[in-house]
């Protein structure tokens, strides 16, 4: 007798079962990619905004109420002392490399002058000139004086489009994570479980 060369209804599910078990490898490793990306854009642009905060300053003496009009007059200011760290640096391609290209880019054709360059790539809602960074209010009107006396202040924090509480966008884990920058310009989380 002659056996026909033809598949098996077990090996059809053993193979649909290993396609199965590595497209969810699959999707499991991009949704973290995903998370890590959007997390370090959110990062760089908080980054910016606190160079341009820093900036104002600066030249003003105190701690600005609002960011939208400090962002308007700095953000060209603050990617250039970006870009000009990152050509200082030693390592000029691990330390602001990323940060700085990202920064040109976002003031490229794709975002003009609109001020979604201010929003986290998580903000689902932001309305039209919303933003999704706040100065906090205990820092509002505060001197350079106050800055270098409280470091570890919280100057800049993540908050939903129109101005209110702090949130968590972002996800470490099972974790929901909340961006900040502090007085001394160090980059802080939140951890909500």
Known sequence: MKRKSAFVLTEIIIACVIIAIIASIALATYQKARERTDQLLCETREKLIYTA???SIYDTGVVPAS???VWDEYKNKAVAQLREENNNSRFPFVKNWALVKVAEASFGDYYGNDPAVITCPRDKTPPPGGVSYSIHSAAKGKTRGWMKANPNATLLYE???????EVYRHREGRRKVSNYITAGGKHRKKHKD
Do not use: A, F, Q, Y
């Not at 908050?159 to 509480?165: F, V």
């Open 67 to 69: 960011l939208t009009k």
């Open 159 to 165: 908050t939903d489009s129109i101005g209110g509480g």
């Open 53 to 55: 905060v820093k900036m």
